[in-house]
């Protein structure tokens, strides 16, 4: 079973300097642990909590970023539907300058494309709405955060008979990918920070596969400095009583927002829409039954099928290493492009375009 952490106890607990010191304490050797959130990376970074950890505590950014694990074929098809020019292709922001094969969003937009952001998918049905005579695209990426709010988004054109508006699917599943992270052949990997605005969804019962069938330490955190070191403690009261015998669990700091089960109403919606599907995941591969395809009630609302845009393999960059930093096998700082061919004001990968990338936050916050 899962165990919680009372917030309100936290909150009148240990100080920061506590934690830190908690954490010196319980610190028995090299240990590495990944955080699978690109908000938690961020939050990482800008608080400067590597500079407060013992030598040889590693944290390592995993493949956390939805845009970044979204893979070049995929874009390129997102820019092939933006070419068309009965079609109005709306997006999150953060998907405007990842580049693709040859081109970006933001070029395509520069040059005539009708490229609209969109801070939900339902201006996407508002949009198809007014428009009818164009196709209105919504780029689905995300994980199961954001999943939800575009199922209700297609439910909601449904209801209202909006015919002109469809999705690129292009979801991704985290605890498969964490499946794949722990059975990788001398991955030295010794616990995870799981994602807390994931877990809101999916539930920390999500991850027991995970703790009990690897012996993984799972914990998740909040997104404040104070959660993420209580975090770390967690992960390392585990790791001690892992390598004394003790069996690793799921343990929910973050439990002022996150529940065993999760968000029902939103896995309902996730179930009326989605199926489960093998998914590509950029800089890694397929990996079973991790994303999203429309199921067969709703597959007038595929965008790549309905327009005829097939889905590529174009060649990843060459000397990005985008794919081994999700893997937590490299390090920003080891990839030969950082920082100088590759910034964010002229990124090659997408690791250092998203603002959720580790490239990116490495960049901004402990290149120096």
């Known amino acids: 079973m899962s165990r919680t952490i009372d917030f309100e106890a936290f909150r009148t607990g240990p100080d920061a300097d506590g934690l830190v010191r908690r954490i010196h304490e319980l610190f028995e050797g090299p240990t590495a642990l990944m955080e699978v959130c690109g908000t938690h990376t961020v939050a990482i970074g800008r608080a400067g909590i590597r500079s407060l950890m013992p030598d040889g505590l590693r944290l390592l950014s995993g493949p956390g970023c939805p845009v970044c694990v979204t893979p070049l074929g995929e874009i390129d098809m997102a820019l092939a539907a933006a070419r068309r020019p009965d079609v109005v292709l709306t997006t999150f922001g953060d998907m405007m300058r990842v580049p693709g094969s040859e081109s970006s969003l933001e070029r395509e937009r520069a040059g005539g494309a009708d490229v609209r952001i969109v801070t939900s998918a339902l201006d996407a049905v508002e949009i198809a709405a007014g428009e009818p005579s164009k196709e209105v ?11 939800p709010t575009i199922a209700a988004a297609l439910m909601t054109a449904e209801r209202r008979g909006v015919e002109n508006v469809s999705v690129l699917p292009f979801f991704k599943l985290v605890p498969p990918a964490l499946d794949l992270l722990v059975a990788v052949p001398g991955r030295a990997l010794d616990g995870f920070l799981c994602p807390g605005h994931v877990s809101s969804i999916i539930g920390s019962n999500a991850y027991e596969p995970v703790a009990h069938g690897a012996d993984m330490p799972c914990v998740v955190a909040g997104f404040e400095p104070l959660d993420i070191l209580a975090g770390v403690v ?36 996730l179930d009326e ?49 985008c794919g081994a930093i999700m893997l937590g096998e ?16 002229d990124p090659v990968g997408p690791c250092m375009v998203s603002s959720e990338g580790s490239c990116a936050a490495h960049f901004r916050y402990e290149r120096r």
Not at 137 to 147: D, H, I, L, N, Q
Not at 310 to 316: G, K, L, Q
Request: hydrophobic content about 35%; charged content about 30%.
């Open 234 to 269: 967690m992960l390392l009261e585990q790791v001690r009583d892992v390598r004394s015998g003790g069996a690793a669990r799921v343990e929910t700091q973050y439990a002022r927002a996150v529940r065993p089960e999760g968000n029902r109403t939103a896995l309902e919606l």
């Open 330 to 345: 490299r390090i920003p700082a080891d990839c030969p492009l950082f920082g100088t061919v590759c910034t964010p004001r």
């Open 273 to 321: 829409v989605f199926e489960v599907v093998d998914a590509d995941w950029r800089g890694i591969g397929t990996i079973p039954e991790s994303g999203y395809a429309l199921r067969e009630r709703y597959a007038h609302r595929d965008a790549g099928a309905k327009l005829g845009v097939d889905r590529t393999r174009p060649d990843e960059p060459e000397g990005c290493i």
């Open 137 to 147: 695209v919504f780029v689905g990426v995300g994980f199961e955060t954001t999943s």
